[in-house]
């Protein structure tokens, strides 16, 4: 079993179709929440229509004794993180292999609609047949024109600077997570990292990804520019979904392979509006262009001579900030435009773009500062909640006090966690968090528990639908002997009082019908008729009994309680009646004579005038009344005189 944000999952056997599946159960309080229900079907319908080779299929979806469940193809092999663990950073074609099906994949969804909105390579499946499958699509939502997620969601590392800063997402939030990890494939190693959440969010929106070529001198340009364009800041900048970007990876995998991975362009979009560099062939005559008529930002190659070149540099720095001959003031001052020489004119121009650069610079430098506050300790600070599973409620809250949020505690079952501490929180352990904001604070309840049904003599069949019907399960099934007809449940566990926490397995014991009788059996009769019913004849021993014949079964004398199958049955086999020979006591004392016939299993009587008198013991016996050498049984009495 897997255990998710939203779910477990489970390894599954599809009975009609003889395969193995992945089973999605959606943990019991989100299912309870009708729209996150209606959502949840609706998208797995959305899902199930997606045929893809390089996504997980979904193969249907339900809800069962209210549990929600959706079942999908299962894949086993690896996923792409554990790859990466175990492989680290991978050749640029090896790259562009793995990345080309995963966004072939992504293309699908985007075509049926679907957004993944959780991109990483833990969501990548690498079978191990070579099958390459997409999946996980629990956070997946409809794409329509700026889809809104409610929450910050997904992983920190792989999220879009517009889920960050807005909570919003189209399909290029999944292609920049693509970029992403094109980058970490070719590197190794994720482009923003921190200590905190919030570090790296920071780093979202306001860094510039560094080209992988600077971390893996053998990344070729070509996919540089393939990474900056899908990680691009401004959504617009990036290719509008991942149809797009596969058909720029076909087309850098066969300039790599043609051996032009360094030398080829792509001249992709976010680079169309940059200015090209120019080269411009002169002479120490040429005329240079109107410095009026603006700056270009084009760069340009001057072949003049030395000093020539020095006024034509010079005109070119104040060509960055055109000035307007008949500007009477700048940057609020007036100007008295016939008071400057030439030379006074140009020192004024350069000292006036001095100031914009050093305005531009404190700008930047408090919107920078600015955002590092407001992301960090300020009130849009974003930071990943803790977990407090197992907790109490008391330091739970104390726990979220420097959050600033406000909390719900609400209750539910709990068959893991002991009554009064947390189960979980909404948002769950590790999300983003905005400080402020709302947390759901969930305490256990203890287990549910459910009443034991009464199984006995039930079928097997009876019997477990009357523990689902109580929301239990069927256990362990073990089978003895026992009065109970063969068949039905003999016994079972029905816990302390009766009760079991919902869910719980409830073992039984099937009987396999009482024991043979085995009485007046000589010893092979009974070795048969045990073999009969699966068990086996184990140690004989001998007695005496007056109403059993010899060498036939007096009784079993192992116990009885819980045989199974294959145990050994030991019996007791006559040896036929107790017989004594009447011993000749005569001239021994009362009390030797009285030792002896008792030894021998019989009853004595005494007769004589001296009964009672001290040295009665020690008369000598004058007679007996059974003769010498007779035959007797066990119990049988006999009378001696003593003078």
Do not use: C
Request: charged content about 20%; hydrophobic content about 45%.
């Amino acid at each position: 079993m897997a255990r998710g944000g939203m779910a477990n999952v489970y390894l599954a056997t599809d009975e009609r179709l003889e395969r193995e599946v992945a089973v999605k159960v959606i943990y019991p309080h989100l299912a309870e929440n009708p729209s996150f229900r209606t959502k949840f079907i609706q998208e797995a319908k959305t899902a199930a229509r997606l045929n893809h080779p390089n996504l997980v299929n979904v193969y249907d979806q339900g809800t069962h004794d209210g549990l929600t469940y959706m079942v999908m193809e299962y894949v086993p092999g690896m996923t792409l993180r554990d790859a990466l663990n175990k492989f680290g950073k991978l050749k640029p074609l090896r790259a562009l292999e793995l990345f080309e099906p995963i966004m072939q994949g992504l293309a699908a969804a985007h075509r049926g609609g679907i957004l993944h909105r959780d991109l990483k390579p833990e969501n990548v499946f690498l079978a191990d047949d070579g099958r390459i499958k997409l999946g996980d699509f629990g956070l997946a939502r409809g794409i329509d024109a700026n889809t809104s997620t409610g929450s910050l969601i997904g992983t920190i590392a792989y999220l879009s600077p517009e889920l960050i800063t807005r909570g919003q997402a189209d399909a290029r939030s999944d292609v920049y997570a693509a970029g992403i990890m094109l980058y970490e494939f070719l590197t190794g190693e994720q482009p923003y990292k921190g200590e905190e959440a919030a570090h790296i969010a920071h780093q979202h929106t306001t860094g510039t990804l560094p080209m992988p070529s600077a971390i893996s001198p053998d990344v070729p340009p070509l996919l540089d520019e393939v990474v900056l364009w899908a990680t691009a800041r401004a959504p617009e900048h990036r290719p509008a979904n991942a149809q797009v970007l596969v058909e720029v990876v076909q087309r850098v995998r066969a300039e790599i392979k043609a051996g032009r991975g360094a030398t080829a362009r792509l001249d992709l979009p976010e680079f169309a509006d940059h200015a090209a560099t120019k080269v411009i062939s002169v002479d120490a005559t040429v005329a240079m262009p109107d410095l009026n008529a603006g700056f270009t930002g084009a760069t340009a190659v001057i072949d003049v001579n030395r000093a020539e070149a020095a006024n034509q540099i010079d005109s070119l720095l104040d060509a960055e900030m055109p000035f307007d001959a008949n500007a009477t003031t700048v940057l609020g001052e007036p100007v008295d435009q016939f008071a400057l020489t030439p030379l006074e004119d140009l020192a004024f121009r350069r000292r006036k773009r001095g100031k914009w650069i050093a305005l531009t610079i404190a700008v930047f430098t408090l919107a920078s500062s600015g955002a590092g506050w407001w992301f960090g300790s300020g009130p849009g600070g974003l930071t990943a909640l803790p977990e407090l599973t197992g907790q109490s409620e008391s330091a739970a809250r104390s726990a979220l006090e420097p959050y600033g949020a406000t909390i719900k505690v609400r209750s539910e079952y709990s068959g893991d966690i002991g009554a009064g501490l947390v189960t979980r929180t909404e948002p769950a352990a590790g999300s983003l968090f905005w400080r402020g904001g709302a947390i759901t604070v969930w305490e256990s309840r203890g287990p549910k528990l459910a009443a034991v049904p009464d199984l006995t003599k039930q079928t097997l069949v009876q019997a477990t639908a009357k523990l689902v019907a109580a929301g239990l399960k069927l256990g362990a099934v073990t089978s003895s002997f026992s009065s109970t007809p063969a068949g039905l449940v003999s016994s079972y566990d029905a816990g302390s009082n009766g009760k079991l926490a919902l869910g719980s397995s409830v073992a039984v014991t099937v009987s396999l019908g009482p024991l043979p009788s085995l009485a007046g059996l000589d010893k092979t009769a009974a070795a048969a008729a045990l073999k009969a019913v699966g068990l086996k004849l184990g140690s004989v021993s001998l007695g005496y009994s007056d109403t059993v014949a010899i060498d036939q079964v007096i009784r079993i004398v192992s116990s009885t309680s819980n045989l199974k199958t294959g145990d050994r049955v030991n019996l007791e086999v006559s040896k036929g009646p107790l017989t004594v020979i009447m011993p000749n006591v005569i001239g021994l004392s009362v009390a030797q004579a009285q030792a002896q016939l008792q030894n021998a299993g019989l009853v004595v009587y005494v007769t004589s005038r001296s009964a009672g008198q001290p040295d009665y013991n020690k008369l000598k016996v004058t007679g007996q009344d059974q003769a010498i050498g007779a035959k007797l049984k066990a119990g049988d009495s006999v009378t001696i005189t003593a003078k």
